[in-house]
């Protein structure tokens, strides 16, 4: 769990170090901050995408997962999570959820969280995470500055979802399998280029909803592998 630590330590770090930035910092400023976040995040997605070795599974398991997040309305869970967590601490902030939200899927989606948590948990080595941690960071910083406190709150979602994993990590090794890994990071690349698109203000994507994906990228990689 000293990975999982580590990481939900940053992210709060950066998220309070970026919302007392955020109040000195001019507009135009955290625009351009945000922006360059989203350009960055679309071009890691692009990567992580165009890793897999299988288009069709990726598409398939994609196109999958969405029906099946809008049916579980996944992002609406997560919302209604972010609302209680507002009315908690009785947050007046207009954008609350949307960091809350925004921050959980671009933290808990990718090949590095959980070949991280698998390093982790199965070999005691956490430096992938560390390395994660320091990404997570800088990212709660910048969407801090302009999202606010619902972004420290993300930190929760991380070390609840990052730790599970974590603890379970040694009835998980198939997921280091070549096949599991490629069509797994492939399609990660694909949700982190929708929440890119979101920062961006392009279109607002249902990231969230697109979680199942990572479920059915699992399952193709150890039938087609």
């Known amino acids: 769990m000293l990975g999982t630590i580590v990481n939900t ?15 000195r910092l001019p507009s135009r400023i955290k625009e351009i901050l945000m922006q360059g976040m989203g350009l960055c995040i679309i071009y890691l997605g692009m990567s992580m995408a165009l ?29 209604k999570l972010a609302e209680k967590l507002k009315n908690m601490m009785g947050s007046a902030s207009p954008t609350f959820v949307e960091g809350f939200v925004t921050a959980s899927v671009i933290y808990l989606v990718g090949a590095m969280m959980i070949l991280g948590c698998i390093d982790d948990g199965v070999k005691n080595d956490p430096t992938l995470l560390f390395i994660k941690s320091i990404l997570d960071g800088v990212g709660s910083l910048a969407l801090a500055s302009s999202l606010g406190i619902g972004v420290a709150f993300s930190a929760l979602s991380v070390f609840v979802v990052q730790g599970a994993l974590t603890l379970t990590a ?8 070549p096949a599991v890994l490629a069509s797994l990071t492939s399609v990660g690349g694909i949700l982190v280029m929708g929440i890119g698109v979101t920062i961006l203000d392009v279109k607002r994507i249902r990231t969230a909803n697109l979680l199942p994906a990572i479920v059915y990228a699992v399952i193709g990689g150890m039938l087609w592998g």
């Open 9 to 23: 330590g940053a992210i709060l770090a950066g998220s309070f170090a970026g919302i007392a930035a955020g109040k």
């Open 51 to 79: 890793e897999g070795e299988n288009a069709l599974l990726t598409v398939g398991a994609v196109l999958l997962g969405a029906v099946t997040g809008e049916l579980m309305q996944i992002e609406r869970l997560l919302e």
């Open 170 to 177: 040694s009835h998980m090794v198939f997921l280091t399998e």
